[in-house]
C-alpha cells in the first residue's frame, strides 16, 4: 500500500476528486453521474455545490434541468434527498432502499402507517400522478384524503418517502415555491437494473471516485451500507480501487487521484451537506489544528453548515442574506485572515455572484 504524504496531501487530493480544484465539470448532469448521489436536502444549497463544480454553471441552468427532469431528486442511500441521474436511479434505490425503510419501521409504528395502510397510498398516489400529472405534496394530501387515508402531520411526507423508495415517484417541474411529484416509470424509462453484486461495485467505484481517499467507514456512512456490505462492495470493485494507509488507517481511491499538482490553497464557500462534508463520516481532516472548532459560529453546530474553506480546511462560516439589492454573505472567521485569504474569499464570493447571475457582496464579522 502507497502511502500519502500527509492528511493535507489527502485534503487536496479530496479536493481534486471531487472537481473543486484542478479540471471542472463541464455540465451539471456529468457531476451528478460522477458522484453517483450528491445530498440535496437543502435544494438552494445543493444547486451551489453543482455551480462550485461545474464549469459556467448558473443557478437557472441547474433549475432547468431539474425541471425538465434531466436531473432528479428523490430519497435514496440514508434517508434524505440527493440528486441522481436518472439512468442510475433504478439501480441505486434497488441497492440502498430496502436498508432505509427497515430503518423507518419505528417511526412508522408510531404514525400508524402499517404495511398495508403504505401499499394503499402508494397505490393511490401512483395512480394520481400517472401521465405526467405531476402533483404537489398538499394535493397529494388532498388525494389520500379523498381516498380515505388521512395525511395529517408527518404522514403526509411517509407516505411520499415510501413512494420514492419503493421507486415508484420522484421529483418533477418546480412549480412557484412547491416540490411536484411524477410516476417513475415515466421520468426514467430507461433507468438501468443491476444485480446486487454488480450495485455493490458500482457503488464503491462511484464513492471512492469521488471522495477518495477515503475510509470503509466512509463509504458505509454516504451509502448507508452494512460495514458488510461496504467491504463488499470493495472487493467486488477489485483492481478499479487503490488501496492505501493514512495513519496506519486503510484507505481506497481512484488510480487517478494519486495526483496533487492541482493548486489547493483556494477558498470555497460551502454550501450545507456539501459532499466535502457531508460524504465522510469521520471530518477530523477538514480541521485546521491552528483554529480550533467553535461551534457557537456555525448552523447546527458543526461543519455540516455553511462553511469557509481554504485549501479544504475549515476556516469560518458564512451566511447568506438576499434583497433587492443583491446577495451578501457574511463571514465569520474561525480566526485573523490574512490580506491574500480574504481575497480568496473575495474570489469564492465573485463565483457565487456569477452561478446566481446577481451582485455578491462579503460582509466580515
Known amino acids: ?3 500519502p504524504r500527509s492528511s493535507a496531501d489527502v485534503m487536496t487530493r479530496r479536493l481534486r476528486a471531487q472537481r473543486l480544484i484542478g479540471a471542472p465539470f463541464t455540465s451539471a448532469v456529468e457531476a451528478v453521474r460522477w ?11 445543493a444547486r451551489w455545490a453543482l455551480g462550485l463544480r461545474v464549469r459556467g454553471a448558473t443557478d437557472a441552468g441547474v433549475r432547468s434541468l431539474l425541471d425538465r427532469g434531466v436531473i432528479l431528486r428523490t430519497h435514496v442511500l440514508r434517508p434524505t434527498w440527493h440528486f441522481v441521474a436518472p439512468d442510475d436511479i433504478r439501480w441505486l434505490l434497488d441497492l440502498t432502499g430496502p436498508r432505509v425503510r427497515r430503518g423507518l419501521a419505528g417511526r412508522y ?8 395502510q403504505m401499499t394503499r397510498a402508494v397505490t393511490v398516489i401512483a395512480r394520481a400522478v400517472a401521465g405526467r400529472r405531476y402533483m404537489t405534496r398538499a394535493q397529494i394530501g388532498d388525494v389520500l384524503r379523498r381516498a380515505r387515508i388521512a395525511p395529517d402531520g408527518q404522514r403526509l411526507p411517509h407516505f411520499i418517502m415510501g413512494a420514492e423508495l419503493l421507486g415508484i415517484i420522484a421529483s418533477g417541474p418546480q412549480r412557484g415555491r412547491d416540490v411536484t411529484y411524477g410516476l417513475l416509470d415515466e421520468l426514467a424509462p430507461r433507468a438501468r437494473r443491476l444485480t446486487r453484486d454488480e450495485a455493490l ?6 464513492y471512492f471516485r469521488a471522495h477518495g481517499p477515503a475510509r470503509l467507514h466512509d463509504l458505509a456512512w454516504w451509502s448507508g451500507l ?10 467486488l470493485a ?6 492505501e494507509t493514512v495513519d496506519d488507517v486503510p484507505h481506497w481511491s481512484h488510480p487517478d487521484s494519486s495526483s496533487t499538482r492541482a493548486r489547493a490553497n483556494v477558498a470555497h464557500l460551502l454550501p450545507n451537506f456539501d459532499e466535502l462534508t457531508v460524504g465522510y463520516s469521520e471530518r477530523g481532516d477538514l480541521v485546521d489544528a491552528r483554529y480550533p472548532m467553535d461551534p457557537s459560529l456555525f448552523a447546527f453546530g458543526s461543519v455540516l453548515a455553511n462553511i469557509v474553506t481554504v485549501g479544504g480546511r475549515v476556516r469560518g462560516a458564512w451566511r447568506r ?4 439589492d443583491g446577495t451578501r454573505i457574511a463571514v465569520r472567521p474561525l480566526g485573523p485572515m490574512s490580506r491574500p485569504e480574504r481575497e480568496m474569499v473575495d474570489r469564492a464570493a465573485a463565483r457565487m455572484s456569477r452561478f446566481l447571475e446577481r451582485d455578491v457582496r462579503v460582509d466580515w464579522a
Open 238 to 243: 477489485g483492481g478499479a480501487l487503490v488501496p
Open 201 to 206: 461495485a458500482e457503488i464503491a467505484l462511484r
Open 1 to 3: 500500500m502507497s502511502r
Open 226 to 235: 452494512t460495514l458488510a456490505d461496504a467491504r463488499d462492495s470493495i472487493a
Open 109 to 116: 409504528l408510531r404514525l400508524e402507517i402499517d404495511e398495508k
Open 321 to 324: 442574506t438576499v434583497s433587492r
Open 35 to 45: 458522484f453517483g448521489a450528491m445530498q440535496a436536502q437543502d435544494p438552494a444549497g
